[in-house]
């Protein structure tokens, strides 16, 4: 059991992995006209493993993360501090979590959120509440 712990905090980031469909899918998002944000609760190894490694990171329009605002989702402040420093719109904006707890913290502030259970799903949520959905 000690060798297991060992071997789970001396390499966090395998903890992490990136689904083959997100660098699409924020690419199509941004070529319709739409923003698209970060807004984790990654820990720094984590920021820095993905930083590095996911093909996503970097086309977002900007980010906060939580190990370097101190701060951790469903805390109301973090998503005030994504909406002040981006100069957003709660009301306009849709925030995806796979926590029920974090979309609650995110409709708390005024923003619309759907719970993430897959690519399908989220996709079919979200093309709902921006009103046009694909065929």
Request: charged letters at 30%.
């Amino acid at each position: 059991m000690e060798d297991a712990i060992r071997l789970f905090f001396a390499d966090r980031r395998r903890l992490v992995m990136e689904y083959d469909y997100s660098a699409g899918w924020l690419s199509e998002l941004k070529s319709r006209g739409y923003k698209v944000y970060l807004l984790s609760n990654y820990s720094q190894d984590h920021y820095e493993y993905i930083s590095t490694h996911f093909k996503f990171f970097g086309l977002e329009d900007g980010r906060v993360i939580s190990w370097q605002e101190k701060v951790l989702k469903p805390d109301a402040r973090i998503y005030n501090i994504l909406l002040d420093r981006y100069g957003l719109e709660a009301s306009e904006c849709v925030f995806l979590d796979d926590t029920p707890e974090n979309i609650d913290g995110a409709a708390a502030v005024g923003m619309k959120g759907i719970v993430f259970k897959d690519y399908a799903q989220g996709r079919a949520e979200l093309e709902a509440l921006l009103g046009q959905k694909r065929s």
